[in-house]
Nanobody
Framework: QVQLVESGGGLVQSGGSLKLSCTGS????????IGWFRQAPGKEREGMLC????????YYTDSVKGRFTISRDNAKNTVYLHMNSLKPEDTAVYYC????????????????????????WGQGTQVTVSS
């Protein structure tokens, strides 16, 4: 069964850090484009940043630049979202998604943030940042 499983969400104080995991099951995440999205209450799902099949990071949302990064551990078939200096406005359900087709070295903003370009999605993990 092909699926993405996310973990690592939780409650953290403002200024704190969290590391979210996105693990593939039934297929490999190696050399796949991965996007991280979030959806706050009452808002649409938004793309934040993504990593290309060549491990190049594209930031779509300016508010996370300098605070969020992506890394990949192929041995664990897992992609991570490292979140630092968290703010209350980061509170949302966080999703990872995979684009199995993309071989683009540098993903454009459009490639990064277009929901329809991704094949599989995780179930989402809640991140709550208290002030």
């Amino acid at each position: 069964q092909v699926q993405l499983v996310e973990s690592g969400g939780g409650l953290v104080q403002s200024g704190g850090s969290l590391k979210l995991s996105c693990t593939g099951s039934g297929f490999t995440l190696d050399y796949k484009a991965i996007g991280w999205f979030r959806q706050a209450p009452g808002k649409e799902r938004e793309g934040m940043l993504c990593i290309s099949s060549a491990d190049r990071t594209t930031y779509y949302t300016d508010s996370v630049k300098g605070r969020f990064t992506i890394s990949r551990d192929n041995a664990k078939n897992t992609v991570y979202l490292h979140m630092n200096s968290l703010k209350p406005e980061d509170t949302a359900v966080y999703y990872c998604a995979v684009d199995r087709i993309s071989t683009t070295i540098w993903l454009t903003d459009y490639d990064c943030a277009t929901i329809e370009k991704y094949d599989y999605w995780g179930q989402g993990t809640q991140v709550t940042v208290s002030s």
